[in-house]
């Protein structure tokens, strides 16, 4: 029976030897690898230690459809709980809670994110917009016309969700093809089987 052959190049050194050679010379190993001395170590600066927020209240300040909105909230909350409960902005719908269902999708730089699984902490000083921001006054935007136009919606609770899905594509690809606009979609759940119309309603934007 042929056994593997060791490729030529493989390093010798087993990790054992070289965890030996590491304490023999007296160091540390880092987490990048290397051998610091221990002197070296004791000379680094020490790092600054972050403030800890929380648990109580803390300021956060977001920028919702071009609005800046300042409010207290738990570092735990995230920017579904901020929109819809201490916002009142039920525009953007919860459904698993979870990052599976994309219900929850807002615009963040123009990034679809799902905002169950996003802190509002953390998306201070970006630009997010939601199903409300949408509209120009009474000028719906081209997709929500669409998803009337096609009869893309049943109960509405995917809506807001998918349009903002695609509008994340199609403000980067204006004449985005069917396959990109059904990947725009395809994290997004629809159980009431209104996909067809949804999927009619991104092509008919995406062909002006
Ligand atoms: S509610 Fe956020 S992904 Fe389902
Ligand atoms: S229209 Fe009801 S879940 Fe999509």
Do not use: W
């Not at 990790?15 to 690898?33: D, E, Y």
């Amino acid at each position: 029976m042929s056994k593997t052959k060791k490729p030529k190049d493989t390093p010798s050194v087993s990790r054992r030897n070289f965890l030996k050679a590491a304490s023999m010379a007296g160091g540390a190993i880092s987490a990048a690898g290397l051998i610091v001395a221990p002197r070296d170590r004791a000379k680094a600066a020490p790092r600054p230690i972050p403030t800890p927020l929380g648990p109580g209240p803390v300021e956060v300040t977001l920028d919702i459809n071009g609005q800046k909105h300042v409010l207290r909230v738990e570092p735990n909350v995230t920017l579904l709980e901020a929109l819809r409960e201490h916002l009142g902005m039920t525009g953007t719908k919860r459904i698993c809670d979870h990052g599976e269902c994309s219900a929850c999708t807002v615009l963040i730089d123009g990034r679809a994110t799902c905002s169950c699984m996003t802190l509002a902490l953390d998306v201070q000083g970006k630009k997010i917009t939601t199903i409300e921001g949408l509209a120009q006054g009474k000028t719906l935007d081209p997709l929500q016309k669409a998803f009337i136009d096609h009869d893309a919606f049943q109960c509405g609770f995917c809506t807001p969700g998918m349009i903002l899905s695609l509008k994340a594509t199609l403000n980067k690809h204006p004449h985005a093809t069917p396959e990109q606009i059904k990947a725009a979609v395809a994290g997004n759940y629809c159980r009431c089987g209104a996909l067809p119309n949804i999927l009619k309603a991104g092509n008919a934007v995406a062909k002006g």
